[in-house]
């Protein structure tokens, strides 16, 4: 069955420094991946996605993503985390073109 | 302008109760979405929707009936509440299956049943 795993349930950085978030799938086909954040209360937002062509992603608020086949990861970087960023991000692949399946999500806490 | 919507926003009620939630997209979209977030934060589809047909249905309880009247509604009543039913439910609608089908979610309805 298609899964995602987001192995890091919390990860603290300080403001100011390089943040990767990872996440891997297991899914047979071609994946289309996504990245959406969640701020307390709030609904999903959409931070990237990945559908085909170069592998690497550029999104909002800063944020990038590497699809790499061969181990099956879509890890969501940010080059300088801002306070801001804190929030809850969720990892999801598109099966079938007709649902997400969505990772257990990691909770992203900067300290100033 | 508010692209996926939902009311309520929040929602408390009695066990055994019946109760709705409405969603509504301004995207004209064909495919809508009900998504459950339990109190782990963990999402799972509930149901999907394409031009008004059910097309995904995730072995969710028959107490859970989604009505869509039209493309740009879908709508989620659940019977006899219960207690696990306490969750945030997530409206979201994209093109459909097989094209550029970025989903846009709502921002919730949060239903606490006590």
């Known amino acids: 069955a298609q899964s995602v795993t987001q192995p890091d349930i919390h990860i603290t950085v300080s403001e100011g420094a390089s943040l990767e978030l990872r996440c891997n799938y297991s899914y047979g086909a071609t994946p289309y991946l996504f990245w959406y954040v969640q701020s307390p209360g709030q609904g999903l937002q959409l931070l990237l996605k990945y559908f085909s062509g170069d592998t690497l992603v550029q999104g909002i608020k800063g944020f990038e993503a590497e699809f790499k086949r061969s181990q099956s990861s879509f890890n969501l970087r940010k080059p300088s985390v801002h306070w801001s960023d804190a929030a809850e991000y969720f990892c999801?692949?598109?099966?079938?073109?007709?649902?997400?399946?969505f990772g257990a999500g990691t909770i992203l806490r900067v300290k100033s | 302008d508010t692209a996926v919507s939902q009311t309520p926003k929040y929602l408390v009620t009695q066990m055994g109760n019946d109760k709705s939630i409405k969603c509504e997209q301004n995207l004209g979209h064909d495919t809508m979405y009900w998504y459950k977030q339990d109190s782990k934060k963990f999402l799972k589809i509930m149901f999907s929707y394409n031009n008004k047909e059910l097309i995904i249905n995730e072995t969710v309880p028959n107490r859970f009936s989604p009505k869509s009247p039209d493309k740009a509604h879908l709508n989620l009543h659940i019977n006899s509440l219960e207690l696990g039913d306490s969750a945030v439910y997530f409206c979201?609608?994209?093109?459909?299956?097989?094209?550029?089908?970025?989903?846009?979610f709502g921002p919730g309805t949060r239903l606490t049943v006590l």
């Open positions: 979201a609608s994209s093109h459909p299956p097989g094209t550029n089908n970025e989903q846009f």
């Open positions: 999801a692949v598109d099966v079938y073109g007709n649902k997400l399946v």
